[in-house]
């Protein structure tokens, strides 16, 4: 045979092998689709069965095929790994979990009760007004120590906002944070979060101030919104919740969750009704952030701290 025979027969049997190759790959693909969609019919099946809240039972089987819950599946397996790994510490089956993320608010409005869709989560709490930013939180919150009068607004755009920081504070500001569980049925803006950058700093700023300080302590768990080696997606943080509450159901742990992030109003669509949002609980001027006092982290506290520590 010659050898430009033999080079054709080769060149077949490559084209050959790529067909099947390809094949395998799309039918693999198939297949993590399929699991994946059953996986995610398996959780709002278990939710459904254990939702006592008939407004939040008939929002979970009307929403149960739309696209907010695609990312159920991954939500449910990136919070286990967090939970199973703090079960095996010291707390007690009551804590409090910190969820630190990038977020925002927009487009439509849900019952604030479909943030608890279950039992194991106790209340969800939320620290900035609506249509704010934050900035170093995470630690004040998730050590239990941020208080209503620890909070200072400011102007949070450097350039461009002909309005001062003292006029940034909120309107009517209520001297407690934004419970979920006081709300009720309420209607609030959809809240969506996304994953922590490398390159934001906020993080770092938590590991820094836990680094000096200590820990939070017991019974207080941290869960930042990381996803190594993955493109940053935004999330309803309804979702999140949805997710936790599944995992705790499934734990030892019953928690009230708090949410470490942004809540800038970010509608594209029909702008969301700041009248109404300022009743419900405050609404702040456009580009105004919050951030914590530095008397947070005075000596009498620390002291406190260490002293819950030993």
């Not at 959809?190 to 390159?199: E, F, K, Y």
């Not at 940053?232 to 499934?250: C, D, G, R």
């Amino acid at each position: 045979m010659s050898d430009l025979a033999t080079s054709r027969m080769q060149l077949e049997e490559l084209k050959k092998r790529m067909v099947i190759l390809r094949n395998i790959l799309r039918d693999d693909h198939f297949l993590q689709i399929t699991k994946s969609s059953e996986e995610k019919n398996q959780l709002m099946k278990l939710a459904v069965e254990n939702c006592t809240n008939q407004t939040v039972l008939t929002w979970l089987r009307a929403n149960s095929k739309s696209n907010t819950f695609t990312k159920l599946v991954d939500m449910f397996n990136f919070l286990k790994t967090h939970v199973v790994a703090e079960e095996k510490k010291d707390h007690s089956d009551i804590v409090d979990i910190t969820f630190v993320a990038h977020g925002a608010i927009g487009d439509f409005m849900i019952p604030a009760s479909c943030l608890l869709p279950l039992a194991s989560i106790r209340d969800v709490v939320l620290y900035s007004p609506w249509n704010c930013v934050t900035c170093g939180l995470a630690y004040g919150i998730a050590s239990g120590r941020l208080k209503p009068e620890h909070r200072i607004f400011y102007c949070s755009k450097k350039v461009g906002c002909t309005v001062p920081d003292q006029m940034h504070r909120p309107k009517n500001l209520p001297d407690h944070w934004n419970s979920m569980k006081k709300s009720g049925d309420q209607m609030i803006p959809n809240i969506t979060v996304s994953p922590l950058r490398p390159d934001d700093g906020v993080w770092k700023s938590f590991e820094s101030l836990r680094e000096k300080y200590g820990p939070p302590g017991r019974n207080r768990i941290v869960i930042p919104f990381i996803l190594p080696g993955k493109e940053p997606q935004s999330v309803s943080f309804s979702v999140v919740t949805l997710a936790l509450s599944l995992v705790l159901l499934q734990s030892r742990f019953k928690a009230t969750v708090h949410l470490d992030a942004c809540l800038r109003d970010r509608s594209v669509g029909q702008k969301l009704d700041r009248e109404y949002l300022e009743k419900q609980y405050s609404w702040a001027p456009d580009e105004t952030g919050m951030k914590c006092s530095s008397d947070i982290f005075s000596v009498s506290w620390i002291d406190k701290i260490k002293s819950m520590m030993y």
